[in-house]
């Protein structure tokens, strides 16, 4: 078996999971443990264990290159893979070529939140993107919204929009069958829309920019856009709030769209930077905008 990234490993502290079928859909589901200064919350996994959990819950071990991080293995976000033209729309107009581009355009960026949402970090991340007057795209983790719809709802209530992550975050779907990656995307939106009430979900991001043209077209032909990103913070590391706010405002020239997380482990670094953050992206004369469609 492939050995586990960095990234992996920490979202994988696992202790133990238990086999969960929703609608057909089977998910594993797994528990951790998490802290923040009020006190310890949960934590996401992608390892084998035995017990239901109330944060991440991921089906399947996720074996991938030596990249160590949210990137692919050659440090990109996939999008070699949709090199060339731009793909014709699928069945909704929706093109399967991956965006790296903000709806509004012009000086704008788009904050993308991923592997939640996290009962303990969503809710101060959504306090500050409120504070701030922010709306920010949501990647989620399938079984994670399923566990989490108050927050879910919460979420498009605050005038979010929600994201596609898949079921089990396999940072090596790309290698997997068709059949595997089809359940992955399809069966993670399904958990999501049911979890939101009903809400679309309008964009999908392949774990560790794990695309292919199977997933791409996939995803557009039910409505969600391949969701690349410009800007990795790589705050899942835990480096300090500083470098990541440094990381954003160093890499902000390689375009608009910016990955944070709030769930797969403490989350607190996080919060802090997007407080310095958000508020240094509108001195700088930039507006917020979600993806291009």
Known sequence: ??????????????????????????????????????????????????????????????????????????????????????????????????????????????????????????????????????????CMIGPQAKANPALVKQIVADGHRLCDHTVSHDEAMNKKPLAYQSSEVLDAQKMIEEAAGGAKVRYFRAPGGAFTPDNRRIAASHGMRPLGWNVDTKDWKQPGTATIVNTVKQQLKNGPIVLFHDGGGARAQTVDALKDVLPWLAQQGYTFSFPAV
């Not at 944060?55 to 692919?72: E, I």
């Open 1 to 138: 078996m492939a050995r586990l990234t960095a990234h992996t490993r920490r979202i994988v502290m696992a202790a133990a999971a238990a086999l969960v079928t929703t609608g057909g859909v089977a998910a594993a589901v797994f528990l951790g443990s998490d802290t923040s200064a009020s006190g310890p919350g949960p934590v996401l996994a992608h390892a084998s264990a035995t017990h239901a959990s109330d944060d991440k819950p991921v089906a399947r071990p996720a074996p991938s290159g030596p990249g160590g991080s949210d990137s692919a293995p050659d440090g990109s976000d996939g999008s070699g893979d949709a090199t060339g033209p731009a793909a014709p729309p699928g069945a909704d107009g929706i093109s399967e070529t991956i965006d790296h581009a903000t709806e509004s355009g012009g000086k704008s960026v788009s904050i993308t939140i991923d592997d939640g949402p996290s009962p303990v970090w969503t809710p101060k991340i959504l306090a500050v993107l409120k504070q701030y007057d922010v709306k920010a795209t949501f």
